[in-house]
């Protein structure tokens, strides 16, 4: 696999695309280049990494989309469609932690953590849902479990409450927080809050648990729609995003015609649902998150699967 490595001197080998489609499935070949993207930067300062980080990401996804516009309309939502889900590899003494919203940023930041720590953990990739969102994912998911397997819910990090025989958990964190980062806050702090609180949780899970093995997963990612962190859009084209599909980033498909804006590379349409591609972004009024979901793109689509044995 070629290196590739992404940021101010940002130099990519001239046949990573032409390897790239050769691939029977791109998708793992994608993950590697993105995983490594990010934990390079996964021992500095949080403020730099989740600045870096972004940086480097960005430039990947740019060039992903402008050379291979395939896999965000075919490739990627035809395997978020299709995979099955991680459950439906659990062996026995093991215990699922689905950490909602949690991207492969916080993947890699945790992935570390537990390094540090004395664990050797192991990372694989999962994908999301069509559309990326929580709805989606828990609809899916509901033929991989039994009926009697229930989740136990994390709602409130100051009290991890579980018995330790529980084999799903599911943290509202780190989502509840990133809904909470509106334009106009700083964002900075947030982010490193919602990291720490993240992360806290987990130790305390793992510390709880009584199992072998824990699996460190999530429902979807995120993608920022700050100015330097998502890509441009004219304005006439915002006009029609911000009136097609307001905040969100996807529709049913019977809702509109936006045959004009799949054909100008901003949405793709699959499985019944107009979806924005990419990290396409536009403003609207009032009080606007700054992390979204619900889309096709990288960071929303591909999430961490973290391996802890215990």
Not at 73 to 78: Q, V
Not at 97 to 105: A, C
Not at 163 to 185: A, H, N, T
Request: glycine letters at 6%; charged letters at 30%; proline letters at 5%.
């Amino acid at each position: 696999m070629e290196k590739l490595s992404y940021g101010e001197n940002m130099k990519i080998e001239n046949d990573f695309i032409k390897s790239l489609i050769k691939e029977e499935n791109p998708i793992p070949y994608v993950w590697n280049n993105l995983w490594s993207v990010w934990l390079r930067h996964a021992n500095e300062d949080l403020k730099d990494y989740y600045y870096r980080g972004e940086e480097s990401a960005f430039l990947f996804e740019d060039f992903l989309l402008k050379t291979y516009d395939e896999f965000f309309t075919k490739e990627l939502p035809r395997n978020c469609l299709n995979k099955p889900s991680p459950f439906q590899n659990a062996e026995q003494d093991f215990c699922f932690i689905v950490m909602n919203g949690m991207s492969i940023r916080e993947g890699a930041l945790i992935f570390r953590a537990l390094q540090k720590e004395g664990f050797t953990p192991k990372v694989n990739y999962s994908l999301s849902s069509i559309p990326s969102d929580t709805q989606s994912f828990r609809e899916k998911i509901k033929t991989d479990l039994a009926g009697s397997e229930k989740f136990v819910e994390i709602n409130n990090p100051r009290q991890v409450r579980i018995s330790g025989k529980e084999r799903y958990v599911w943290s509202y964190f780190p989502d509840v927080m990133l809904d909470k980062i509106q334009v106009g806050r700083t964002v900075i702090s947030d982010l490193e809050n919602m990291y720490k609180t993240s992360e806290k949780i987990v130790f305390e899970l793992q510390k709880k648990i009584n199992a072998k093995k824990i699996i460190i997963l999530s429902d979807h990612g995120y993608i920022r729609s700050e100015p330097g962190f998502s890509f441009s859009v004219p304005e006439g084209k915002k006009k029609k995003l911000r009136e097609s599909f307001g905040g969100s980033r996807f529709i049913p498909m019977d809702k509109a015609d936006l045959s004009e804006l799949v054909e100008d590379g901003y949405v793709a349409e699959f499985s019944g649902y107009y979806m924005v591609k990419s990290r396409y972004t536009w403003p609207v009024s009032g009080k606007y998150n700054i992390y979204l979901h619900g889309g096709v793109s990288l960071t929303e689509c591909l999430v961490p699967v973290i391996e802890v044995e215990i």
